[in-house]
T-cell receptor, first 116, second 116 residues
């Protein structure tokens, strides 16, 4: 299947700093990318959906000014957690889908963010 | 609104025995159903999907799932479980009529434990 990578896999930062997470589709062009947040032993919570070259569509309750999403190319999307706080600590997972919307999404390996 | 229910938090099965992980869904249009598996600290891996056609769908690693429209179910099955199948399994649905980016809605997840 298609491969999606995330970088970094793990990051620890101080409260108040900003953290950028990259999501790349390695062998296909991702017209749509998704960002999820997963709490321990919980399901995935969709944060936002982005199409290349367009503004991201955020889910209700997700602060767009805190979680900045950029989808500048068909193979790269970035999530920036601005002014991170300990409650932002979580496992962030991206996924990507190509073309036809009935296609399955391919998920990245996730990024573990710990804010001290 | 579309939703997915995975009624069991955990399923325990002995190695070599058949396994079933249950999933029921609710959508307003035709359902597009997916199963994903997640290993610890990893992203989700695609197992199989139902879009249309045969109700019995075969997927990766010997897994299969049966779409039952009258019972609105899409249970995941495997004839003979392996210890290595132990992981967290997510059922997901996309509503064919939802329009937009047709986001996936995930169930809460079911932890499968296969004992030697």
């Amino acid at each position: 299947g298609a491969v999606v990578s995330q970088h970094p896999s793990r990051v620890i930062c101080k409260s108040g700093t900003s953290v950028k997470i990259e999501c790349r589709s390695l062998d296909f062009q991702a017209t749509t990318m998704f960002w999820y947040r997963q709490f321990p032993k919980k399901s995935l919570m969709l944060m936002a959906t982005s199409n290349e070259g367009s503004k991201a569509t955020y889910e209700q309750g997700v602060e767009k000014d805190k979680f900045l999403i950029n989808h500048a190319s068909l193979t790269l999307s970035t999530l920036t957690v601005t002014s991170a706080h300990p409650e932002d600590s979580s496992f962030y997972i991206c996924s990507a889908r190509t073309g036809n919307w009935v296609n399955e999404q391919f998920f990245g390996p996730g990024t573990r963010l710990t804010v001290l | 609104a579309q939703s997915v229910a995975q009624p069991e938090d955990q399923v325990n099965v002995a190695e070599g025995n058949p396994l079933t992980v249950k999933c029921t869904y609710s959508v307003s249009g035709n359902p597009y159903l997916f199963w994903y598996v997640q290993y610890p600290n990893r992203g989700l891996q695609f197992l199989l999907k139902y879009i249309t056609g045969d109700n019995l769908v075969k997927g990766s690693y010997g897994f299969e799932a049966e779409f039952n429209k009258s019972q609105t179910s899409f249970h995941l099955k495997k004839p003979s479980a392996l210890v290595s199948d132990s992981a967290l399994y997510f059922c997901a649905v996309r509503d064919g009529f939802s329009g937009g980016y047709n986001k996936l809605i995930f169930g809460a997840g079911t932890r499968l434990a296969v004992h030697p």
